[in-house]
């Protein structure tokens, strides 16, 4: 199993920017997904979560309204649409997969979810 994360760069504040996450190796459509980041200095902290049929998120308190994650079970793919962004944002992004959604949408810092990608570093610059 392999997820691997993309899409993160240098942003201004209040800027946007679109990560992706694909995966292989499993069948993705029976999985739940999301995304956790880790800034410099702090744990990693839950950021949203996603169902196998995408019709139930959730999302971490700092990035309610702002964040939206999505996903294309066809391309094996979920995305973290990330708006408004602040410099309180930056850090490394990381996809996560795991059959439940409970193990993924959780701030148990045991962080249970199967598999997770290498992160994809986010900046947002002042």
């Known amino acids: 199993v392999q997820l691997q994360a993309s899409g993160g760069g240098l942003v201004p504040a209040g800027g946007s920017l679109r990560l992706s996450c694909v995966a292989s190796g499993l069948r993705f459509g029976d999985y739940a997904a999301g995304w956790y980041r880790q800034a410099p200095g702090k744990e990693r902290e839950f950021v949203a979560a996603i169902n196998w049929s995408g019709r139930t998120k959730y999302y971490g308190d700092s990035v309610k309204g702002r964040f939206t994650i999505s996903r294309d079970n066809a391309e094996n793919m979920t995305y973290l649409q990330m708006n408004s962004l602040k410099l309180e944002d930056t850090a490394v992004y990381y996809c996560?997969?795991?059959?439940?959604?409970?193990?993924?949408?959780?701030?148990?810092?045991?962080?249970?979810?199967?598999?997770w990608g290498k992160g994809t570093l986010v900046t947002v610059s002042s």
């Open positions: 996560a997969a795991d059959l439940k959604l409970e193990e993924i949408a959780t701030t148990d810092p045991k962080m249970p979810a199967d598999y």
